[in-house]
């Protein structure tokens, strides 16, 4: 069974930073991509980053560009979101999810395994 848990979330104060970590298991699919999701209360699920295992490449949303980065640790069983400079509109549940295949880095419905979740809250 693929698992995904993520940890880091906390409450910050505008321009501090966080790092988020995802633990993943049971997934034994050489190529895949790992994303970073969030959703904010009221607001739909969208995408703030993502990584593939093929190329390298990597994806972030507009407006976390240049603040946040992702990451994958030695072992490659964990992934990291390096959060700087937050804001409080960056507020929101953070989730990590993994996919097989997916086209869209940054399209939650391209993803197959996913997180419960942690939160970020940004104060002003």
């Known amino acids: 069974e693929v698992q995904l848990v993520e940890s880091g979330g906390a409450l910050v104060q505008a321009g501090g930073s966080l790092r988020l970590s995802c633990t993943v298991s049971?997934?034994?699919?050489?190529?895949?991509?790992i994303g970073w999701f969030r959703q904010a209360a009221g607001k739909e699920r969208e995408g703030v980053s993502g990584?593939?295992?093929?190329?390298?490449?990597?994806v972030y949303k507009d407006s976390v560009k240049g603040r946040f980065t992702i990451s994958t640790g030695n072992s490659k069983n964990t992934v990291y979101l390096q959060m700087n400079s937050l804001k409080p509109e960056d507020t929101a549940v953070y989730y990590c999810?993994?996919?097989?295949?997916?086209?869209?880095?940054?399209?939650?419905?391209?993803?197959?395994?996913w997180g419960q979740g942690t939160q970020v809250t940004v104060s002003s």
């Open positions: 990584f593939s295992s093929v190329d390298g490449r990597t």
């Open positions: 999810a993994a996919s097989v295949g997916t086209m869209d880095f940054l399209s939650p419905r391209d993803y197959d395994y």
């Open positions: 049971g997934f034994t699919f050489d190529e895949y991509v």
